[in-house]
């Protein structure tokens, strides 16, 4: 088993699901335009700011229900 933490640049940071990103193709991603809130930038993981994108459902989520989208968080990363 390989326990290196390895960056997936694809990979969303959060829910660890494709983020379909598209910073890698000629078109802008839509990351690149959409505003992140604050609260939910700052519960990525630090090694994983600015390299990975959240995906767009995770965003939603957020913005949907703060509280219960940080909650589930907390559970799923103990
Ligand atoms: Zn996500
Ligand atoms: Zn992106």
Redesign the pocket.
Known sequence: MCTEKIIDEMICPLCKKP?L???KSSEP????TIQVPMALREVIPTDLKMKA?ICQKCIEAFNANQKEFLNDLKMSSL
């Open positions: 983020n990103c598209r910073a991603c839509w990351c690149n994108c």
